[in-house]
């Protein structure tokens, strides 16, 4: 069945430096594709999200490109800052078919930055 | 405005026992969707609703859980002779409707202890 797999936390940093949390995908069709970030004691929020192939999703300094070749989704940020401490999920929702409305989410990887 | 909300927050329960679980979508929003999750990993999709009408449940693990939105408004997620397995986080989210079914908004969740 259709899946997600992401990088193993927890992941620490130091302030300024760059990240990247990996995140691939299983599916039988062509899923749209998303980020969504858990800070501390609060719901899921969407970050970004990529509909196609080769679409790049990007908000608050945060992007992922859509790479259908290699099935990935990767999330990137050239400088993190203590504020992006919290849990990312990576996720995918199918475009037709009766599983449309349900986000299949990795297990979702813990970002600790560090000042 | 207000966001997604979740009642209660938290729900300790015995074995056996039922509980409803209520979720209040963004006003306006058209679709809702339950999750479960457990700790480590991420949200579960259970089933969804677009307005009252309850659209796929082919997540809900038995048919302990249901669910249902009489008004297409508030949800309620009900789980009959709970079991210790059915801890967790239960978490509702919203959408706008169904060119947006992705762009979930959660709330808080509900943390169900069943001892």
């Known amino acids: 069945g259709d899946s997600v797999t992401q990088m193993e936390g927890p992941v620490t940093l130091s302030e300024e430096a760059f990240l990247t949390i990996n995140c691939t995908y299983t599916a039988t069709g062509y899923p749209s594709l998303f980020w969504y970030v858990q800070y501390p004691g609060e719901g899921l929020q969407l970050l970004l999200k990529a509909t196609k192939a080769d679409d790049k999703g990007s908000n608050k300094g945060f992007e992922a490109t859509y790479r259908k070749e290699t099935t990935s989704f990767h999330l990137e940020k050239g400088s993190v800052q203590v504020s992006d401490s919290a849990v990312y999920f990576c996720?995918?929702?199918?475009?037709?078919?009766?599983?449309?409305?349900?986000?299949?989410f990795g297990k979702g990887t813990k970002l600790s930055v560090k000042p | 405005g207000a966001g997604v909300s979740q009642s209660p927050r938290y729900k300790v329960t015995k074995r056996g026992q039922d509980v409803a679980l209520r979720c209040d979508p963004i006003s306006g929003h058209v679709s809702l969707y339950w999750y479960r999750q457990a700790l480590g990993q991420g949200p579960e999709f259970l089933t969804y609703?677009?307005?009252?009408?309850?659209?796929?449940k082919s997540g809900l693990p038995n048919d302990r859980f249901s669910a249902e939105r009489p008004e297409g408004s508030i949800s309620t997620l009900t789980i009959q002779r709970t079991e210790q397995r059915d801890s967790a986080m239960y978490r509702c989210a919203s959408s706008p409707g169904t060119g947006n079914l992705y762009e979930q908004y959660f709330g808080p969740g509900t943390r169900l202890t069943v001892t």
């Open positions: 609703f677009n307005y009252e009408a309850q659209q796929d």
């Open positions: 996720a995918l929702g199918m475009n037709y078919g009766g599983s449309q409305g349900n986000l299949i």
